[in-house]
């Protein structure tokens, strides 16, 4: 697989990054992507930017020789309700919207009302991506996940980062091998997630490929070496 967008990436502005717009976009440039997407925190994570930032993208060009930027945020799933920490005033503004549950903003309660509101942030119109579902900060349950991301057309991600062993996800692998297996039962695409906060981790999915191979997924089932397809989601 010939991997041509990374979409879940974040600069400085996220407050804990470590490499500013200009240098992710001549790192997405030397490493041939078609697509970058720089998906700064949504306003629950201390140190992010202001919501003002979100207002003002539409500054920035969208065109870097071949490959195209999409300027967008990686909202916070705040509850079992499925709020998320910014308005459709903003999501207006931007090319995408990847949503996630992060501890340090999340109001969580049972396997299964974790999970209602898991599928009421997929059903959400806004929503392009769900971010790391597989890390275990809440307990879910995967499959009505994976029936839910196949009914309204979200993506899943399986998140590169989170399987670092650093990390302390000790559940991820597991998580994401599970995951992949029920997306491979009902033919529901995903997409690799680097999760980059600095430029060299760009496109790094190298906790991804191996459950790709143990799980024998099918490559026609990952959308990072479909820009086209990709961009149907959005």
């Avoid at 071949?66 to 931007?94: C, H, V």
């Avoid at 349950?141 to 980062?161: F, G, M, Q, R, W």
């Avoid at 191996?210 to 959005?234: C, G, H, R, S, V």
Wanted: with cysteine; glycine share 8%; aromatic share 8%.
């Amino acid at each position: 697989m010939q991997t041509l967008l990374d979409v879940h990436t974040h600069t400085i502005m996220s407050g804990h990054a470590f490499s500013t717009l200009q240098e992710m976009i001549a790192e997405g440039q030397r490493k041939g992507l078609k697509i970058l997407g720089v998906t700064e925190h949504g306003p629950g994570i201390p140190g992010t930017c202001h919501p003002i930032y979100f207002r003002n993208i539409h500054v920035v060009p969208r065109q870097y020789g071949d490959m195209r930027l999409l300027l967008g945020a990686e909202l916070n799933i705040l509850n079992t309700k499925g709020e998320l920490d910014l308005s459709e005033f903003y999501y207006q503004r931007m090319d995408l919207r990847i949503a996630g549950i992060h501890g340090l903003c999340w109001e969580g309660g049972t396997p299964e009302e974790n999970t209602e509101g898991m599928i009421a942030a997929i059903s959400n119109p806004w929503t392009n991506i769900i971010s790391h579902p597989g890390d275990g900060t809440a307990k879910l349950i995967y499959e009505p996940i994976v029936l839910a991301s196949k009914e309204h057309h979200t993506l899943l991600e399986i998140n590169s980062s989170s399987m670092r062993p650093i990390r302390g996800f000790n559940e991820a692998k597991d998580n994401y091998i599970e995951i992949l297996r029920l997306c491979k039962h009902y033919e529901v695409p995903v997409i690799l997630g680097s999760d980059a906060h600095i430029a060299c981790d760009i496109a790094n999915y190298e906790h991804c490929l191996p459950l790709l191979q143990e799980t024998d997924f099918p490559e026609a089932l990952i959308i990072n070496d479909k820009p086209e397809e990709f961009m149907k989601y959005l």
